[in-house]
């Protein structure tokens, strides 16, 4: 069983505003672009080709980054925006961009994991032929990432008798909370009457196929990829007879996985690199040098980019800065993502903020918490707490608008045909489902 890798790699809405200036698969976490983690897990599994699709709006600034990184050994493919993120394995295929004799792995491009993707793949050369798809899940590990920012889907699953653990059935969680009910169907525990629901996994969004998938007639690819995957686990109750399954795989506890999907992860995400580079310095021979009076004071916890200069009687901790800032004299850094080519006037005071790529903040603001749009302005003596500053006002929102805001899933309804199955189906939600190729 040789695979062929699939990077979706979109613009990310759900990382808005520091995304409208800076492609979201190129967007640093511990000063590197995020693609670059998951082409290096692609690389780690000598898969046979790996294939990054890419939204037609960030096309040229991906394949500029690619182009100034020989090492990196992908074919890049342009998507046209309008397509639906289940159709860009059906497009690729038609294009002929694919291998029709290998199987699929789909990833997305904004993960970080200590994964090895050979156990992965070990795991599922063990599944019986009726898999088709495998999925996996991992329960969040990092404590400090705010729980109420995560929206884990509502997953029902069962074991069958071999002990392989399927999917069957999956709905976003924000459907079932404006829904007030769920109602399990009755064709789904005729077949599995043990099976199980859970509301604290998290779909990595990375998937492997069987190459065949791709030519089931009675799946409709038009919608969002994760809809695409649960209407093929609904096969094998939808039908009289036993159709091909979609495999469950559950990461262990102690395993890293953190998707950089929403701001609060991709902050998270930036932290667990920090504290990497705080612990292997603890691991080090200190040397004792005495630092000069007025010099910054930049913790072992914190990174600093090429061409960044910080000023005088600075303090800069837990904070990743990237390459050609300037940080004034007296400013205080404390928890921040800022990215390349920000400038920070003198006796600033971020604390929890995102800035993005060329922003200005000027002389003697103090914000906390605040995610702050690339290139904007933002004047003398600000306080903010908790808002985002874009365009031409800074617009207070509270904590629920700003999940709404950032970790709302792409407004995308779909249709059913009509299916055999042992009753009528019931009314479905609305599931507006995360996107990987999300776009804006």
Known sequence: MEFQSVIFSGPGRHLHPISTTVPKPLLPIGNKPMIEYALKWCAQAAFASITVAVDEQEYDAVNDFCLKNPDIKAKLVKIPHSTPSGAVL???????????HQDIVVVPCDFITDVDPESLISTIRQQDDNIAVSGVYYRNTLETLETKTLEPDVLFHAVSDDGTELLVDAYERKAVSEAKVLKPRMAMLWRFPEVIATMDLMRSSIFFLKRHVLEFDDIDFNKTFPKVITDIARRT??????????????????????????????????????RLKARHAQSQPQEDRKREPNQAAIGNDSMVGANTVVGERSSVKRTAIGNNCTIGKKCRLNGCVILDNVTIDNEVMLENCIIGQGAVIESKSKLNGCSIEGKYVVVSETEAKNEVLKGLSMAAMSDDEFSDVYSASTDESSSEGDMESDEDDSEEFDDDEDDIFDRS
């Open 90 to 100: 059906p497009l690729l295929h038609a294009n002929g961009e694919l291998n029709p």
């Open 237 to 274: 109750w939808r039908h009289r007879e036993m159709r091909e399954r979609v495999s469950l795989l559950k990461l262990p506890p102690t395993t890293l996985f953190v998707r950089a999907n929403i701001l609060s992860a991709y902050t998270e995400a930036n932290r667990y690199f920090l």
